[in-house]
């Protein structure tokens, strides 16, 4: 058990709505990444957030974006689903700057139909 | 972009030694770590290496580092049925702390009886 939660564990949308995943950080992690793992597939980055902003962000569009929350927990939306963002949606914590211990929550399956 | 290798398979005998490979290209490596994922779950942080160590040992699994062939390994010894899943090697760039992981597409570890 890492202590990083993530709801919900299943969902389905369909395409053009909007969907809002949520992570709580284990105790003592300030810093929240969000991965996405298309089936097969290794986990991509999508952005990171510490001290509320985005302070990085891999290669998706701006309909995914995030929110961070004062107690570090965070939010992942995406608008505008498209089929290919069935995935699984994993969000990770850590402590800002100390890269050696960065825990990842059991995720949330999306199925776009 | 920075891309991380792995083969798609390993099978292995029960108590045998398990050894999955990774080759990645980023040179400003920090971290590398090696995490294993069980059917339908997510990620478990089993160890990471600072990119300044060549080698690392925890219990039944020990990691090699080779940073002027940029490759990585996890041995796994007396290999279990409980083994069985898929491993994904992944690197932390120097980026401020900003930088996500890139992850491989993952190692599935078969153990045969």
């Known amino acids: 058990e890492t202590g990083v939660t993530q709801s919900p564990t299943h969902l389905i949308k369909t395409r053009g709505q909007q969907v809002t995943l949520r992570c709580s950080s284990q105790s003592g992690h300030n810093t929240v990444s969000w991965y996405q793992q298309a089936l097969g597939q290794g986990p991509q980055f999508i952005f990171q957030y510490y001290r509320e902003e985005e302070n990085g962000r891999g290669n998706f569009p701006p309909r995914f974006s995030g929110l961070q929350f004062p107690n570090y927990s965070s939010e992942l939306n995406v608008n505008a689903l498209e089929l290919d963002d069935s995935a699984l949606y994993l969000c990770a914590s850590s402590r800002y700057g100390a890269g050696n211990t960065i825990y990842f929550g059991e995720g949330s399956w999306l199925t776009v139909v | 972009g920075e891309d991380v290798e792995q083969s798609l398979f390993l099978s292995v005998r029960e108590g045998d030694s398990s050894v999955i490979n990774c080759t990645y290209t980023d040179s400003s490596s920090t971290y590398l770590y090696w995490y294993k994922q069980e059917p339908g779950a997510g990620l478990q942080l089993l160890t990471y290496?600072?990119?300044?160590?060549d080698m690392k040992q925890d219990q039944r699994l020990t990691v090699l580092l080779n940073k002027k062939d940029k490759h990585l390994s996890l041995r796994i010894a007396d290999t279990q049925t409980g083994d069985s899943a898929i491993y994904f090697c992944a690197e932390k760039g120097f980026g401020g702390g900003a930088d996500g992981l890139t992850f491989g597409k993952g190692t599935h570890l078969i153990i045969q009886p």
């Open positions: 290496i600072f990119s300044n160590m």
